[in-house]
């Protein structure tokens, strides 16, 4: 039963990873920009939560199309406004996505306060699944169920629509792509929409286990960065292994100890991993 204990906290942990880790490989794997404002999207997520069930009454699930329109909608105008107009510029579009990450949390902070705030469980997922001596929580397995969807229908535009046609044409060579029409400012646009969206349902699920706050997003990004460079930067397949790798790694290790040594020994893994592997475990590139 320990053993099945820590495999159940090891997966509820890589779940919340992969889901926050999704968008930020995708907007990585097809634009180049290393957004350090994914953070803040997931808090933004978290926000639309409660804002939706504080003030409209609207329960977490009902909410989940709503946070995701309305996160992507927010993406969709952080890339039209400021990124566009700094692709094949790394260092620019890391020091724009970092002011953009600062303004929003200040931002939330001016409307909403800086006071911790609590989004409600839904009632069907607050119940527990008993198995012999161990209970799951119905929300953790909703969690993973979701995590698991996401990445399905990730993978199912990338590789099964004329949408991921266009949009691995783009990442492979932008020029060669425009030259046969595909408009490529605009899948741009689609691809940061589609990552910010992702980053918003992932907080909006943490949010009824984790208290909410101007400042939640910043663990979950660094996180996810981890997960990222471990799995390969531009590896889909990467990020779901390197997820199991860490949450397990991190499930087990906090288990016997704490937190806070787990993600130290997890963080000296990797920085030690990179060091053999610079290019992470994944090499393959999800735009060839």
Known sequence: MEI????ITGLSIAS???????????????????????????????????????????????????IFLATASFGWVID?????????????????????????????????????????????????????????????LFILG?????????????????????L????????????????SDRIYGLTFAYGAGLAGLAGAVISPLKSVSPEMGTGYVVDAFMVVVLGGVESLIGTVISSGIIGGLSGSIAYYFNDTIAKAVVLLAIVVLIRFLP???????IRS
């Open 146 to 166: 979701l995590s698991v969807a996401l990445f399905a229908v990730t993978g199912y535009l990338l590789f099964r629509t004329n949408l991921g046609l266009k």
């Open 279 to 285: 290019q992470g475990l994944f090499a393959a590139r």
């Open 80 to 140: 039209r406004v400021v990124i566009r107009h700094l692709y094949n510029r790394p260092l620019d579009t890391i020091l724009a996505t970092w002011g953009i990450g600062v303004m929003a949390q200040q931002a939330v902070r001016l409307i909403a306060g800086g006071e911790l705030r609590y989004v409600q469980m839904p009632a069907s997922l607050s119940s527990a699944l008993n198995l012999g001596e161990v209970d799951i929580p119905m929300m953790r």
């Open 168 to 183: 691995r044409a783009i990442a492979q060579n932008r020029e060669v792509a425009s030259c046969f029409g595909i408009d």
């Open 4 to 7: 099945l204990a820590q495999s």
């Open 16 to 66: 919340i990873l992969l889901m926050v880790a999704l968008g930020l490989a995708i907007i990585y794997g097809i634009t180049g920009v290393i957004n350090l404002a994914h953070g803040e999207l997931v808090m933004l997520g978290a926000y639309s939560a409660w804002a939706l069930q504080t003030y409209l009454g609207l329960g977490l699930l009902v909410s989940l199309p709503l």
